[in-house]
């Protein structure tokens, strides 16, 4: 079928006209039918993310967005014929674009959200969904009236390591859950702080349209600093509660189908690296959820010896979900999962190590687009993890603990 005629809208009237609604209605693609893709926000992620979608078949990368200039090189390296623009508007208005891939700063996640959907397209969007908890109501209503494909760019939903505990969680081999721990490590040479990134030459005033990043934060000359360690600042970012435990978070909520948490507690402070950064680099998160579960996480950027993991501690065994160290394992590296019976209560469980194959994440969403399925990290789980993620954030600003009720409109200061 011929590009322009295959596309064709799913809601029409009896009569065959097509209804107005406040989103374009989904457009049909045939299970061959190659995908068009544009990526709003080329940087590390964005690129790696390129390179993902062009691995899987039938997919056609035609069009960026960055507000940095030189951007548009880098990628053309990988895709020499693609569209470039310093406004992601102007990517939107493409009509021969199917699918955008998001992966902006994170102050900058809700309009990209709200733009690619009112533009008709699918998304693919990088974690955590948005910068607020208010934003993540908006953007999950946006979703349910809009009828687009989302995968959240939570990867650790595709994987085997999720398959497995999943399945055994829901056979009962790990019995009534009260408590989850988890933690992240990373460590950095002295005197370099974790993520900060040196400002590219040509990163000027002239080779960046600012006005799009600050994205209506206040009005200020331009700063390549901010603009490259958008990460370090409240303003853009929410520190490394969004940049990694969302992820922890969200595998957690989403094996033991847990609810959005009912109070949050953080404390810690930026005892790494003094290096003008305004979020903090060593965290304890305490999560209470309703149905009488604590999650904890803790978080140092000073020492990676135990790397990254969650323990699930049952009544009647344990699974442990991790990525191993080369440190900590003495040479083995990469993700498990495994489970331990107690002998307490199963004393004729035996001990199991997760075998499922993991899926491609990318490829999952792609498949999505075509058969208009939901995706393995739907925007339910965007959302809950944000909203989890901004409750911590906000206790440890107000050094309390907070109820959801509390902050459940709460626009953060910065
Ligand atoms: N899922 C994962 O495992 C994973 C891993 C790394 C990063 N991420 C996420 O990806 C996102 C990007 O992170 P990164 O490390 O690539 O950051 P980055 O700074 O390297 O890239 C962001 C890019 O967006 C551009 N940009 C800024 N404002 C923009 C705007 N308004 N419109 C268009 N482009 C804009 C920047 O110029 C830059 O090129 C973040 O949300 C981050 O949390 C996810």
Not at 260 to 284: C, H, K, N, W
Not at 335 to 350: A, D, H, I, K, Q
Request: glycine share 8%; net charge neutral; hydrophobic share 40%.
């Amino acid at each position: 079928m011929a590009n322009n005629t295959r596309r064709e809208f799913l809601k029409q009237t009896t009569a065959g006209t097509a209804i107005l609604f406040a989103y374009p209605p989904a457009t049909v693609l045939g299970a061959n039918d190659r995908v068009r893709v544009g990526i709003i926000g080329a940087g590390n992620r964005g690129q790696d993310l390129v390179e993902e979608v062009l691995a899987v078949a039938n997919v056609e990368v035609v069009a960026m967005a960055d507000v940095y200039r030189g951007r548009f090189a880098e990628v053309q390296k990988k895709v020499p014929n693609i569209a470039t623009f310093d406004d992601h508007r102007r990517l939107l208005d493409m009509k021969d674009v199917d699918g955008v891939i998001a992966a902006s700063p994170l102050h900058t996640h809700t309009r990209h959200f709200l733009d690619t959907l009112s533009a008709g397209k699918d998304l693919y969007a990088e974690k955590t969904m948005t910068w607020s908890i208010p934003e993540a109501e908006q953007c999950l209503n946006a979703a349910r009236k809009s009828n687009r494909v989302i995968q959240i760019g939570l990867q650790w939903e595709s994987s085997g390591a999720f398959a497995d505990a999943k399945h055994w969680m829901k056979n009962g081999l790990a019995g009534k859950v009260t408590q989850v721990e988890s933690w992240m490590s990373r460590n950095t040479p002295h005197g370099k702080g974790q993520w900060v990134r040196p400002v590219p030459l040509d990163c000027n005033p002239q080779n960046v349209n600012w006005n799009a990043f600050l994205n209506g934060r206040a009005n200020r000359p331009f700063d390549g600093y901010r603009l490259i360690n958008w990460r370090l600042f409240w303003e853009f970012s929410g520190g490394n509660v969004t940049e990694n435990m969302v992820h922890q978070v969200a595998w957690i909520m989403s094996v033991l189908d847990l609810p959005l948490p009912s109070a949050a507690y953080m404390s810690g402070g930026i005892f790494s690296e003094q290096d003008g950064r305004e979020v903090p680099d060593t965290i304890v998160v305490t999560l209470d959820f309703p149905n009488n579960l604590v999650w904890t996480w803790q978080s140092t950027f000073s020492n990676r010896h135990y790397n990254l993991g969650e323990r699930i501690l049952g009544s009647d065994g344990t699974i442990e979900h991790g990525w191993a160290g080369s440190e900590m394992t003495g040479g083995e590296e990469g993700e498990y999962v495994r489970y331990y019976p107690e002998n307490v209560n199963r004393p004729s469980g035996t001990a199991l190590t997760g075998q499922t194959k993991d899926q491609n994440h990318m490829a999952n969403w792609i498949e999505c687009v075509r058969s208009r399925k939901t995706p393995n990290a739907p925007v339910e789980l965007g959302y809950k993890s944000a909203v989890a993620s901004h409750m911590a954030n906000l206790s440890y600003r107000r050094k309390q603990r907070v109820t959801l009720e509390e902050v459940k409109a709460v626009v953060p200061e910065y």
